[in-house]
């Protein structure tokens, strides 16, 4: 099946710095990605969708600002936590969902823990 | 707007029992049905889906069946492992959606 990757695994950084999470689908295009934010024990929830080559469209209350996605090709996804602060510890998982699998699967990454100090 | 309810965990069980896991959900429209499963460490994985009432989706050896007039789509197998020790997501996406709308997750032990 197809395989989307996110780097880094898990990351830990000082509050106040940015911190970049790549994700990538490897043997498909990703027409669209989805980022989404897993709390310990809890569901996941759908924080911005992003389509390749346009501004991500976010779920309401997640500060744009704040999270930035840029979706510049169609096998890649970026998403940077910017001034970074304990509360954004999370647990960040990528989706991509590509028309050119003859499907509409959405396929997700292995997420990325984030660890702020 | 659409939601997903499924049944608390933690579920316990011993090797070899049946299980079902409920979900129930709220959308309009003919929604398409999903079951997620999330090993230990690792991503969420599709486990099976049914994008039409009275469908069956099917996967190693679960099941769940789309039953639109009790708006159901709960997991069942007849025989776990220990290897299907893992967390469970029932999801909905709409009709001529984009979106896909988790439930909180169901997180199921096994017994040897």
């Known amino acids: 099946g197809a395989v989307v990757s996110q780097h880094p695994s898990w990351v830990i950084c000082k509050s106040g710095t940015s911190v970049k999470i790549e994700c990538r689908s490897l043997?498909?295009?990703?027409?669209?990605m989805f980022w989404y934010r897993q709390f310990p024990k809890q569901s996941l929830m759908l924080m911005a969708t992003?389509?390749?080559?346009?501004?991500?469209?976010?779920e309401q209350g997640v500060e744009k600002d704040k999270f930035l996605i840029n979706h510049a090709s169609l096998t890649l996804s970026t998403l940077t936590v910017t001034s970074a602060h304990p509360e954004d510890s999370s647990f960040y998982i990528c989706?991509?969902?590509?028309?050119?699998?003859?499907?509409?699967?959405?396929?997700f990454g292995p997420g990325t823990r984030l660890t702020v100090l | 707007g659409d939601s997903v309810t499924q049944m608390e965990g933690p579920v316990t069980l011993s090797e070899e029992a049946f299980l079902t896991i409920n979900c129930t959900y709220t959308?309009?429209?003919?929604?398409?049905l999903f079951w997620y499963v999330q090993y230990p460490g690792e991503g969420l994985q599709l486990l099976l889906k049914?994008?039409?009432?009275?469908d069956k989706g099917s996967n190693k050896g679960f099941e769940a069946t789309y039953r639109k007039e009790t708006t159901s789509f709960h997991l069942e197998k007849g025989s776990v492992q220990v290897s299907d020790s893992a967390v469970y997501f029932c999801?909905?996406?709409?009709?001529?959606?984009?979106?896909?709308?988790f439930g909180a997750g169901t997180r199921l032990f096994v017994k040897a």
């Open positions: 049914a994008t039409k009432a009275d």
């Open positions: 992003s389509n390749e080559g346009s501004k991500a469209t976010y």
């Open positions: 999801a909905l996406r709409g009709s001529g959606g984009f979106k896909t709308i």
């Open positions: 043997d498909f295009q990703a027409t669209t």
């Open positions: 989706s991509a969902r590509g028309a050119s699998d003859g499907t509409d699967t959405q396929y």
């Open positions: 959308a309009t429209g003919y929604p398409s």
